[in-house]
Every structure is written in structure tokens, then in C-alpha cells.
């Protein structure tokens, strides 16, 4: 009977569709990344609510592993083995009264589902018609990996699983997890930190990632970056230097036996991996004064390595930074200002340090080619052919975060992702990586922008503009009325937040404080005197005229922001997180200006007054950073385990600095403060006369 009397349900499905469309306005389509082409042909008769459901279905439906094919005579997914398309393009097309995607692989089908849905999200956003469209697609990047960081802090375990739906959204196929501490061991217990998440509950995120067509590889840090093993008593006998927690000695029968278990369990957390990365960056070892070069010894520490991989049918991953290091080459590889030539007369006198040993180099490891300023360089380009002209492989590796403090500047990065993406498409290279360091431990959201960034560049090459691409983030992320550059907001608070780093200290630099005897009296900006009313004004003069502007923009980016939440759609916590950013930053400006004031004050009675707003700042901050904490906290474990083992700090990671989250990210806030409460400078002394 359901069949019987299909036509006609059918037939009124259609006419309803179609008068409800026929007055609404036509949408402007943002798919991020671009497709291959998007042509708009005419008008849709279909119900998009219809559409939305039979669509949610299907994805369902390929998450559990399920044929997909037809649903309900509107949707239909079909399977073409002869489609002239990358193996996860696709062919999307919106008739006047069906829906078909078309791709020779059940990834294809995963993607233009996926489109499907950002279509739909534009039209119901737009309250607009839905267009009969044709969509081509296909990957210019097999590989579009993204590097998640969990050294330093782990976000709460429900998040992990919304971040597999967003990286899905935005296409990416593939993880680096560099799990350091944070999973829970069972044969080298010692290694995890407390709070480390267990192998089950690990696999449980990879499972869920790979349902969404995302593989996830470990990276289990050596031989180098070894801190969060050696640090431990038990382990301090595979140091190189028995000294230095850094690294392990790769003369050691006991460094494999204590990596391989280490490899083991993550493997078994991640069972679904391509890739064994095994670090290898910013390492010099000496075997404990063995006689052998420095490049020797990575690279027997590297082949032994790269036979546990080899074995395991997984391809490891190399940083290749200490080869070129070691052979003097490496400096050419980011000198913007040298020439050609001066490039090739580097490689010419050192390339012989490399090739010397270019057999012992494992021909089947990835070398990761990292270069997170200038990947542009000519120098960086004959790096890259070193390799693949020693029959080795190579995969670029740009950032999406660094070392950037509070969150990611230099526009998200994007020059950067966009020029190592377009020379990876142009050499042919497999894919791109994206590093996401945790050193200095942005909130995760704020990432987001940088990642679909990288998402366009390695699925569509160049094919808008970095405005453009802006634009899409956030029609994607918020919906399509933030597109408007009204709301490009995020670039406005890019030099308020470098400012901030170390507006509130004399000299000193955020991320080094903690070796100082007294940090307070040796780092923290001084205090204006009373008895030399002015001075303090104008010897900052320069700085205080940063701390107006920015407060002015700030000001305007919060207002910005305001208008964004009420006008969001969806994804409003993002914008919460960059509010909770911005109110931090502003506090440093109104504090300087405030001091400016005490410091400029006309009389004794304006000086009391100042004087008791800066001792009402401790209470204000105290009040803004719960609120910030209550934010960040909704996704992140705030504070490490109490019982937590901090290391010796070799790259003076901030986030590796403190127990609390407060402490570290804010360590400088507290000592300003303190010094405001505890100093004497804001006493009355002198007299105002001699102003």
C-alpha cells in the first residue's frame, strides 16, 4: 500500500516545496573548503527540511558502516567506479526533485554528504530557496593531517568527540595524536600522568574518529622531547646526559625496550594507524661520550625505530630538522634575505655532510619537513629535494599554533599554511601537516579558524582569497550573517594579544620568569613614585600610548563580539572564549593607564582616589579570571593531577611551568598584582607642587 499510494504523496511533497520556495530569496553558497566547481542551475522543488532529514540518515547510516544507497526516491548515493575523480571526490547534484552523489569510493559519498549538509545550513541560515546545483570535488592533498598536541594539558573527553564531527566538516582525513604522558600505560605504567586517559578510552575516540573517515597515528615522542619518561628516578639511567632529562641515549638496549612498550600500548589506543611518528627534532646526542657524531647516532636510533614500524606494516614519521642541522645546511632553509646563490654555495660546501651517510637514512620513513615561518624559501624547496632525490619520502609540516601565547597570531598563520600547501600540491606531495603545539596552550576553539584555513588550502589549493577564506571560517563556524566583514573581529585582537604578552613587565619575557630569584622586583614593570610625579608617564610613555589604542580596539572587538553572539547561529561557545581572550588582554591596558593616572594626578585627593581603584584591581581580576576559568573549563581540564611531576623545562614551555592553569597562564598577573599590594611606591611621599 505505501507504494500504491507514493506518487501522490509525493507529487503534494513537491508543490508544497515548491510554493513555500517560490517567493524566497536566492542563497549565497560558502562550502569550505571550495569545490572543484559549484554551478547554480535554477530552483529546487524539494522540502530542504526533508532533504535535511533523509541527509542526516545517510550520514548515520555510513558512520555505522551500512550500505547507503537510496532513501525515500529523493536522496540517492550511488557507487560509479568508473568516475574520472580522485577517490574521495564526488559529483553532488540537486535536481528540481532529487538529490544524487556519485563517487567511486564510500569516502566520496562521506564528502558530499558533508556538503549536502553545509548547502542546507547556508539555505535554512539565509531563509533562502534551495538552488538545483553541480557540484565537482576532489582533493588536491591526499592526506590533510592535522597534529593534536596532548602534552600539556587534556580537554575534557566529550570534546574530543565534538572535535571528530568539526575536523570532519571541514574534510581533514587524518590525525598525528601526540600523546606523550597522557595515555595510561599498561607496560610502562610509570610513564602516565594521572589524569591519562586508558587505552579503551582512547580507542574509543579513534574509533568514532575513524567511523567519520579520520585515521588516527600516534606520536610518541624520543629521541628527544623525552622528558616526560626520563624525568621519572626509575628511567634516569637511559639519559644521554645524566644530567638532562631531554633525551635518551641511543647506545642503550634499554631506550628500545622501554620505547617499543611505549609504541605497543599506543598502538593498541590507536589500532587504526598509518603512521608510527617518533619525533626525532631538537635532539644532540653523544652515546655517552661513544666518539660517534651526532648524526650517527640519530640515525641508528632512527633505523632501529623505523624496524619496529617497518615490521608493523605502519610507516613511521621522521622531523628532519637534526640531520639538516648537523650537516650545516639547516640555516639556509629559513633565511629569508639570502640569495640564490648564497643558498647553493651553502649546500655546496655542506650537502657532503648529508650524503655521506645517506645510506643509513630508512627508506621507508616519512621525512617531515617542518617549517613554520618561511616555507616559501629556496632553501626549504632544495631540503625537500634532497630527499626525494635520495629516493627518500617527504611531507611538508606547517602550523596552525606555535608558540604564540593566549591564541594563534599572523592571521591564524595563514601565509604560511597557504605557501607550504600550494608547494605540496605543486611537487605532487601526498599531503600537509598541521601542528597544533600545546608549549603555550591557547584555548582548543580558538584554533579552529587556523584549522579551516588549512582545510581550504590542502582540499582546494588557491582558490580565494585570505579575506575570502576568512569570510567562509565564519559563515561556516557561526553562520552565514557573520560572514559580513562587520564581524571579522579575530585579526583586530592579533597585536592587543602580542602586546599583552609582556605589557605588565620591565624587560623580561613571559615564558622565563620562573628562573628568576624574584621575579616580582627583577621582571615586573615598576611602579610609578610619588615623589617623582610624571617620571613613570613619561619614561613609558610608548607603551602606554600601545595600551589607549588598544584599549580603544579591544573596546570595539568586544562590542563586535557582543553583536556576533546575538546574530550566531550556532558555535556561540567560540565566540565566548574569544570574548574571555579579550576581557584578559584589556585588564593589562586598563591597569596601565590606571597607573598613568595615579602617576598624573592634580591633586592629593585625585591621587587617593586613583590609588584606591589600583588596589581594587586584585579583587577585579580575581572575579575576571573565575568567569575566564568557568569558560575554558566547559571543554578543558583546567590544572594538572596534583601529584603531577614537572620536568626541567628545556624550551620553557609556559604551560609546563605550574600545577594551575592560573599559575602559568597568568603567573605575571598575580606578581603585577602582588607588587601593587606589597610595594611601597604608591605611598605619599613628596610633593605634588613639584610636578
Not at 540517492?76 to 574520472?84: G, K, M, N, S
Not at 598563520?413 to 603555550?440: H, K, V
Not at 569558560?631 to 594551575?660: F, M
Request: with cysteine.
Amino acid at each position: 500500500m505505501r507504494y500504491t499510494y507514493f506518487p501522490l504523496v509525493l507529487l503534494f511533497l513537491l508543490i508544497l516545496g515548491s510554493c513555500g520556495q517560490r517567493n524566497l530569496p536566492e542563497p549565497v553558497l560558502t562550502v569550505l573548503p571550495s569545490p572543484v566547481s559549484l554551478e547554480i542551475t535554477g530552483k529546487s522543488a524539494l522540502s530542504t527540511a526533508k532533504l535535511q532529514e533523509l541527509m542526516s540518515e545517510a550520514k548515520q547510516k555510513y558512520i555505522a558502516g551500512e550500505d547507503l544507497g537510496e532513501f525515500e526516491h529523493v536522496l540517492y548515493v550511488e557507487l560509479d567506479p568508473e568516475l574520472e575523480l580522485k577517490p574521495e571526490g564526488y559529483v553532488l547534484t540537486i535536481a528540481r526533485n532529487e538529490v544524487r552523489i556519485k563517487s567511486a569510493t564510500r569516502q566520496g559519498h562521506w564528502y558530499g554528504l558533508i556538503t549536502l549538509g553545509q548547502l542546507l545550513e547556508d539555505v535554512a541560515d539565509q531563509g533562502a530557496y534551495l538552488p538545483t546545483v553541480k557540484i565537482k570535488d576532489e582533493p588536491a592533498l591526499r592526506q590533510r593531517v592535522v597534529h593534536l598536541d596532548v602534552k600539556h594539558h587534556l580537554e575534557q573527553k566529550e570534546y574530543y568527540f565534538e572535535m571528530m564531527d568539526r575536523l570532519a566538516y571541514q574534510k581533514i582525513n587524518a590525525i598525528i595524536l601526540e600523546i606523550e604522558d597522557k595515555l595510561n600505560y599498561e607496560s610502562q605504567p610509570e610513564v602516565a600522568s594521572s589524569d591519562a586517559f586508558s587505552i579503551e578510552e582512547w580507542k574509543e575516540i579513534s574509533d568514532y574518529a575513524m567511523a567519520r573517515n579520520i585515521r588516527i597515528s600516534p606520536l610518541v615522542q624520543g629521541l628527544g622531547h623525552a622528558s616526560f619518561i626520563l624525568k621519572h628516578e626509575q628511567y634516569v639511567a637511559l639519559r644521554d646526559d645524566p644530567a638532562s632529562d631531554w633525551a635518551f641515549n641511543p647506545l642503550d638496549d634499554g631506550t628500545y625496550e622501554v620505547q617499543f612498550d611505549l609504541y605497543n600500548d599506543a598502538l593498541k589506543a590507536f589500532p587504526y594507524a598509518e603512521y608510527l611518528h617518533v619525533g626525532g627534532d631538537e635532539v644532540h646526542t653523544t652515546g655517552r661520550g661513544s666518539g660517534k657524531t651526532a648524526l650517527e647516532l640519530q640515525l641508528t636510533w632512527l633505523n632501529k625505530v623505523s624496524s619496529y614500524a617497518e615490521d608493523r606494516n605502519l610507516t613511521p614519521i621522521f622531523w628532519d630538522d637534526m640531520p639538516l642541522k648537523n650537516a650545516g645546511v639547516y640555516q639556509s632553509i629559513f633565511n629569508k634575505d639570502l640569495t640564490n646563490a648564497e643558498v647553493d654555495s651553502i649546500w655546496a660546501a655542506n650537502e657532503p655532510n648529508l650524503s655521506k651517510y645517506v645510506d643509513m637514512f630508512p627508506k621507508n620513513c616519512v621525512y617531515m619537513r617542518w617549517n613554520y615561518s618561511a616555507p616559501e624559501t629556496y632553501g626549504n624547496k632544495l631540503a625537500m629535494k634532497w630527499f626525494t632525490d635520495n629516493g627518500l619520502k617527504v611531507m611538508g609540516a606547517t602550523a596552525g599554533q606555535t608558540r604564540w601565547n593566549l591564541m594563534p597570531l599572523n592571521q591564524s598563520n595563514t601565509d604560511n599554511i597557504r605557501d607550504f600547501a600550494l608547494i605540496s600540491i605543486a611537487n605532487g606531495a601526498e599531503g600537509l601537516l598541521l601542528t597544533l603545539w600545546d608549549d603555550d596552550s591557547p584555548h582548543f576553539e580558538l584554533y579552529w579558524r587556523g584549522i579551516g584555513i588549512f582545510a581550504e588550502y590542502t582540499w582546494a589549493g588557491e582558490r580565494r582569497t585570505e579575506t575570502e577564506i576568512h569570510d567562509a571560517y565564519r559563515a561556516r563556524t557561526f553562520g552565514a550573517a557573520l560572514a559580513d566583514s562587520t564581524y571579522a573581529f579575530i585579526n583586530e585582537l592579533e597585536d592587543p594579544v602580542a602586546f599583552w604578552k609582556n605589557a605588565l613587565l620591565a624587560s623580561k619575557d613571559r615564558n622565563r620568569l620562573r628562573s628568576l630569584a624574584n621575579p616580582m622586583e627583577d621582571a615586573v614593570i615598576d611602579l610609578p613614585r610619588a615623589s617623582k610625579p610624571g617620571q613613570w608617564t613619561q619614561q613609558y610613555a610608548e607603551r602606554l600610548e600601545k595600551a589607549q589604542l588598544y584599549q580603544q580596539r579591544v573596546d570595539s572587538v568586544l562590542q563586535v563580539i557582543a553583536a556576533a553572539k546575538d546574530a550566531a547561529k550556532r558555535n556561540v561557545y567560540t565566540l565566548e572564549v574569544y570574548e574571555q581572550v579579550a576581557k584578559a588582554v584589556q585588564f593589562s591596558n586598563h591597569a596601565l593607564l590606571l597607573l598613568s593616572k595615579w602617576d598624573l594626578a592634580e591633586t592629593a585627593e585625585d591621587r587617593e582616589n586613583f590609588k584606591a581603584k589600583l588596589l581594587q584591581l586584585e579583587q577585579k581580576w580575581q572575579d575576571q579570571l573565575a568567569e575566564l576559568e568557568q569558560v575554558y573549563g566547559q571543554t578543558r581540564q583546567l590544572d594538572k593531577p596534583e601529584d603531577y611531576l614537572l620536568d626541567q623545562d628545556h624550551h620553557v614551555h609556559l604551560s609546563n611551568q605550574a600545577i594551575k592553569f592560573s599559575d602559568w597562564q597568568f603567573y605575571v598577573e598575580e606578581l603585577f598584582l602582588k607588587k601593587i599590594k606589597e610595594g611601597n611606591s604608591l605611598q605619599m611621599e613628596g610633593s605634588l607642587e613639584s610636578k
